[in-house]
């Protein structure tokens, strides 16, 4: 890891805890919502095959960020909010339902709507951290996958 990100003040590594577990909160339900969708046997797999690659997309972030606080000689998190595992509770609970696609892709769209928002805040508030320039990149992944998820979930709302 670059050592510009060694000696972070306290502030931006409470920060990148944040965006750990919501990394790790997303990932874990666009797995969910993909293993849902296999589970639907339906004909239609490029929305799993998606929520697959963000999935694994989050994951990678997670990591990243976890190694930033590592080299800060702390423990980062490993685990998501109980706030998120309520939300795949629901998610289940849609799918289960009857919502397939339409339905994930609503609440899969209101997650991204919080991770986007929780990115804008930490740049907001961290300035001119070095780790900004880290979150700059995770944020432009973070809108183009909430931006995906919107207009698939619009499509859907359409047929």
């Given at each position: 890891?670059?050592?510009?990100?060694?000696?972070?003040?306290?502030s931006s590594l409470d920060w990148?805890?944040?965006?750990?577990?919501?990394?790790?909160?997303?990932?874990?339900?666009?797995?969910?919502?993909?293993?849902?969708?296999?589970?639907?046997?339906?004909?239609?797999?490029?929305?799993?095959?998606?929520?697959?690659?963000?999935?694994?997309?989050?994951?990678?972030?997670?990591?990243?960020?976890?190694?930033?606080?590592?080299?800060?000689?702390?423990?980062?998190?490993?685990?998501?909010?109980?706030?998120?595992?309520?939300?795949?509770?629901?998610?289940?609970?849609?799918?289960?339902?009857?919502?397939?696609?339409?339905?994930?892709?609503?609440?899969?769209?209101?997650?991204?709507?919080?991770?986007?928002?929780?990115?804008?805040?930490?740049?907001?508030?961290?300035?001119?951290?070095?780790?900004?320039?880290?979150?700059?990149?995770?944020?432009?992944?973070?809108?183009?996958?909430?931006?995906?998820?919107?207009?698939?979930?619009?499509?859907?709302?359409k047929v």
């Open positions: 890891m670059n050592s510009e990100f060694n000696n972070l003040p306290e990148l805890q944040n965006l750990i577990e919501i990394n790790i909160d997303s990932s874990k339900g666009f797995a969910e919502a993909a293993e849902k969708l296999g589970e639907m046997k339906q004909k239609d797999r490029p929305v799993e095959a998606m929520f697959r690659s963000l999935s694994a997309d989050r994951s990678a972030q997670a990591q990243e960020l976890k190694a930033i606080v590592s080299a800060n000689q702390a423990k980062p998190t490993d685990s998501g909010s109980v706030a998120a595992a309520a939300h795949r509770t629901w998610m289940d609970l849609r799918a289960a339902l009857g919502g397939g696609e339409q339905a994930l892709l609503s609440e899969a769209e209101r997650g991204e709507d919080q991770i986007k928002a929780k990115y804008e805040e930490a740049l907001k508030d961290l300035g001119t951290c070095p780790c900004t320039q880290v979150l700059r990149r995770h944020y432009v992944a973070v809108k183009a996958s909430h931006d995906k998820v919107r207009d698939l979930r619009d499509a859907y709302a």
